[in-house]
């Protein structure tokens, strides 16, 4: 599967920052220092509707992520999945009468050209759960021979018990734990299951459904959360520096995807670190497919919506917060985007060199874009009321917001 071109990031004096970041397994901020080559995975969409804001800030945390490390002169392996074939991809191709082939691809393709809109790099690989197959297949298989399974009526299901390490990821107590597996695509209440929390590898062959030649595992399909280890762990390898997504994946995905990476490999970590972004609201509810809720991004881009303003929405909060869309918020960006772009259209202006260093600064702790925006702002402000004579500065200023926060002006 292809990912999308990236747009070029310009390079700035100096050298960025070491990123300090909260991480959800430990809840505590922790320094990483990945080495020359940064190793990052983010779960991807499951496209059977195009992208709303909650996808759209999740990576944007992410794309910052990026951008950070390429500031400290680091290369950056990032891995990104597309779940391809799923239960709720399947129920909407049902529901609309269409082929879940098409569905698939119509809303990938749609995901790349928001994806480029907002100036997010793309990942070295973006693999999809059905090219993966061929991968996915043998891990269940040599999950199985080490022990960690069990069969269900044809279903091959993980025991949860075959890892030692399981709950670390999201720290979260039984009761916690089943309450949000029957929210989130589990089935806690299945009978004949040895825990109620654990999760499907494979699923056997269901009328109507779509199945593949899953050698000794039979006719079947992927559980959700092998997807992404096979994907993860096959071009990443264990302890990769980053795991990735919206703060509803730390349980039961996050979680599960860790176990069965460390059971089948007798390794600890599967990544290094798991930081996830906060969930984006409407009216008070989360923004999301089932809730129908949604504010998409291709609708404001047809509304006219300059996709710099939208992520300048999105950086106006912290990744890690829940928050609300609302028409004030990008009122507020397009207003701040008219501003900066004016600031940067003269020939000098104020010294751009603290702009430079409290941008790295405040993106290097825990990514607070919050508090780049009023770094800029604040020379913007500047630059309005009485200008400067640092020849060039607005240039530099208008790379440095291109290059860490993706916004160009």
Known sequence: MRAWPASEVPALPGKGRDLRIFDTSTQGLVTLDPGSVARLYVCGITPYDATHMGHAATYNAFDLVQRVWLDTQRQVHYVQNVTDVDDPLLERAKRDGERWEDLAERETALFREDMIALR?????????????????????????????????????????AADPHFGEVSGLDTATMRALSAERGGDPERPGKKNPLDPLLWVAAREGEPHWDGGSL????????????????????????????GSDLAFPHHEMGASHAQALHGEYPFARTYVHAGMVGLDGEKMSKSQGNLVLVSQLRRDGVDPAAIRLALLAHHYRTDWDWTDALLDEAVTRLARWRAAVSRPDGPPAQPVVDAV?????????SPAALVAVDAWATEQAERGGDDEGAPGVVSRTVDALLGVAL
């Open 120 to 160: 997010m790099l793309p990942p070295r690989e973006y693999v999809g759960a059905v090219e993966a197959i061929p991968e996915i297949i043998p891990m269940v298989e040599r999950l199985r021979e080490v022990g960690a399974t069990y069969e269900l009526d044809g279903d091959i299901y993980f025991s949860v």
């Open 218 to 245: 039979g006719p079947g399909r992927p559980g959700w959360h092998i997807e992404c280890v096979a994907i993860a762990v096959n071009r990443l390898g264990m302890g990769f520096d980053i795991q990735g997504g």
């Open 360 to 368: 790295r600064e405040a993106l290097a702790h825990d990514l607070d």
